[in-house]
């Protein structure tokens, strides 16, 4: 039997006592007894029963036609109407005010307690359909953003690399070498930038069709983050200091998704690199024991705001004094749905114009060398 709590809106004591005590055999819980219009609002308001039983005749400006549809506007709750009064004009407007219920007095037991469970019921079935008309328009919106976002982001790099290629075949033979070079350079990068812009696209895909799951293999992980950093170091020309300390042998293998810990430490580093001014090293640390894995991403750069530290793993999040870098807002929305997925945590410590550290923490399972064939 249901123990939802009901709120009864009564102005005739007696008859209020005498729906409280069948409420209560049924097993309902009766939150308030409430006998004019006022009170049923303040009571609504602080007690959010599941359901409320009016009578329609209240003493008092407003009748319990009026007050329900105050209750159904503001806090979408069921109300069952509980008269003595079949008039049609009465019914009428009780219709207008979309009631769960009518139950004329006087009434059976089992006839109150069907009427309230299906009411519930109702309500129940109706809320779900809300939230997911709501959720399916919050996703609509979100594909919508994405695409100008994502569009927008990737006009930008075309554009340079259409620039710079017009530039060369029309100046090529009077260009220096180095200006040359520069102009290489502008077009490497913007194509690295679109492969990244891409990957992420790919990733935001994958969550969303719930195709990006958890799959660990034992690894060698000081030997993938080694490997990670050289590729930073031949494509973004950025030295990357990487050093390790580990409880466990040099060639121990550890369980994780190693194609999630790629997007999580490659957003990690691209960020810790373009937030921070050229010439300034960026860190990363990696800490191993036979349970966890904790990898530190220092910068000097830019740092970010307090006021935004809050937001930055949401989907298109950035922070307002990164406005003028280029960016969607979906590397860090990323790397948190990897780390969730590995069961690990993700903290952020940074300072304005100091710079910035990430904390990744990811629990382990030590594999044996021999148990599996390890990618790395
Ligand atoms: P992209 O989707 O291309 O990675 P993005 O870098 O703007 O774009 P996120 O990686 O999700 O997006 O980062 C969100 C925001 O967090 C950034 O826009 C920036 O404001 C802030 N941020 C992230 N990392 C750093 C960092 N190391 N230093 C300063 N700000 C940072
Ligand atoms: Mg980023």
Redesign the pocket.
């Known amino acids: 039997m249901s123990t939802a709590r009901v709120l009864i809106v009564e102005d005739e004591s007696i008859i209020a006592l005498d729906i409280q005590t069948s409420l209560q055999s049924a097993g309902y819980q009766v939150v308030s007894i409430a006998a004019t219009s006022e009170e049923a609002l303040d009571d609504t308001a602080n007690f959010q029963p599941d359901l409320v039983l009016m009578d329609i005749r209240l003493h008092g400006e407003m009748d319990g036609v009026e007050t329900a549809e105050q209750i159904r506007q503001k806090w979408r709750l069921p109300v069952v109407f509980l008269t003595a009064h079949a008039d049609e004009n009465t019914l009428s407007r009780a219709k207008q005010s979309q009631p769960f219920g009518y139950i004329l007095k006087p009434f059976e037991d089992r006839e109150l307690v069907t009427t309230i469970e299906i009411a519930l019921s109702r309500h129940k079935a109706e809320t779900a359909v809300r939230a997911a008309l709501e959720k399916e328009r919050e996703m609509s919106e979100l594909k919508s953003r994405f695409v100008s976002v994502v569009s927008h982001?990737f006009r930008n790099p075309l554009n340079t690399i259409l620039f710079s290629t017009e530039l060369l075949q029309r100046y090529g033979t009077q260009l220096s070498d180095q200006k040359k070079e520069t102009y290489l350079e502008r077009i490497q990068g913007s194509v690295k930038r679109m492969n990244?812009?891409l990957s992420?696209v790919l990733t935001v895909g994958e969550t969303e069709s719930g195709k990006l799951q958890f799959s660990p293999q034992p690894i060698n992980l000081v030997q993938f983050c080694q490997e990670l950093v050289d590729e930073f170091h031949i494509e973004e020309k950025r030295s990357i200091q990487f050093s390790h300390r580990s409880s466990e042998p040099s060639d121990s293998l550890f369980c994780v998704d190693d194609r999630l810990l790629r997007h999580i430490l490659t957003?990690?580093l691209?960020?810790?690199v373009?937030?921070?001014p050229k010439g300034e090293i960026v860190e990363f640390k990696l800490s191993l024991n036979h349970q966890t894995a904790i990898f530190w991403?220092q910068?000097y750069?830019?740092?970010?705001p307090s006021g935004?530290q809050a937001d930055?793993?949401q989907s298109f999040?950035?922070?307002s004094?990164?406005r003028s870098?280029?960016?969607?807002?979906?590397?860090?929305?990323?790397?948190k749905q990897c780390v969730d997925l590995h069961g690990g945590t993700i903290t952020v410590e940074?300072e304005e114009n100091q710079?910035?550290l990430?904390t990744v923490t990811l629990p382990l399972n030590r594999q044996s060398k021999h148990e599996n064939n390890p990618r790395y």
């Open positions: 982001e990244q812009l992420n957003n990690l691209s960020n810790a373009k937030y921070s991403v910068d750069g830019i740092g970010i935004d930055l793993f999040y950035r922070a004094n990164a870098i280029p960016g969607t807002g979906l590397g860090l929305s990323i790397v940074s710079g910035t990430f």
